[in-house]
T-cell receptor, first 111, second 121 residues
Framework: GQQVMQIPQYQHVQEGEDFTTYCNSSTTLSNIQWYKQRPGGHPVFLIQLVKSGEVKKQKRLTFQFGEAKKNSSLHITATQTTDVGTYFCAGATSGTYKYIFGTGTRLKVLA | ETGVTQTPRHLVMGMTNKKSLKCEQHLGHNAMYWYKQSAKKPLELMFVYNFKEQTENNSVPSRFSPECPNSSHLFLHLHTLQPEDSALYLC????????????????????FGEGSRLTVL
């Protein structure tokens, strides 16, 4: 079945350093979404990417969708303690409601 | 407040008990989901309902039985569970991402409830 892997599994950074998490799907996706889950919380939607090669920015966050629509990345510039949490990608194939979540990357930011 | 409400927030049950988890969404969405989140696995999709019809059953054991009486409510009936079923059960909803079906265009974004933390003894 479809699998979505993320690396790294964990990342500790000093506040102010950059952070990147990578997402890879075993199948071609129609779109990919990114979510953030704070400790003890529930996943919260960040963004959706639909087009091949698409790049979107939200303040310090940059999201990319690969040309083959099988991989994606999230880059955070100059991390802050508020960025702490687990970041998940979620991919869907065309015509389905089946969002398969990646394994997640847990980010810790040291002040 | 996400517009998706789950009850109970915490549930402890024995392996022979029967209980139900409830999810209600106030967003006018037409698709609802159950996900399981355990410590050692990523978010696992269990069931998807679209317009009250089950469109996905991700090989979930029959001891989990979903029910979707209308597009705003979703239940997960639990019976004869096992300790490894202990996890956070998350309900989510979304709007049909294809415009024209309901007159609204949406990203297909998932709105999650706060989850029901289940412990099976």
């Amino acid at each position: 079945g479809q699998q979505v892997m993320q690396i790294p599994q964990y990342q500790h950074v000093q506040e102010g350093e950059d952070f990147t998490t990578y997402c890879n799907s075993s199948t071609t996706l129609s779109n990919i979404q990114w979510y953030k889950q704070r400790p003890g919380g529930h996943p919260v939607f960040l963004i959706q990417l639909v087009k091949s090669g698409e790049v979107k920015k939200q303040k310090r966050l940059t999201f990319q969708f690969g040309e083959a629509k099988k991989n994606s990345s999230l880059h955070i510039t100059a991390t802050q303690t508020t960025d702490v949490g687990t970041y998940f990608c979620a991919g869907a194939t065309s015509g389905t409601y089946k969002y398969i979540f990646g394994t997640g990357t847990r980010l810790k930011v040291l002040a | 407040e996400t517009g998706v409400t789950q009850t109970p927030r915490h549930l402890v049950m024995g392996m022979t008990n029967k209980k139900s988890l409830k999810c209600e969404q106030h967003l006018g969405h037409n698709a609802m989901y159950w996900y399981k989140q355990s410590a050692k696995k990523p978010l696992e999709l269990m069931f998807v309902y679209n317009f009250k019809e089950q469109t996905e059953n991700n090989s979930v054991p029959s001891r989990f039985s979903p029910e979707c009486p209308n597009s705003s409510h979703l239940f997960l009936h639990l019976h004869t569970l096992q300790p490894e079923d202990s996890a956070l059960y998350l309900c989510a909803s979304s709007q049909d991402p294809y415009p024209g079906t309901s007159g609204r265009v949406n990203t297909g974004e998932l709105f999650f409830g706060e989850g029901s933390r289940l412990t099976v003894l």
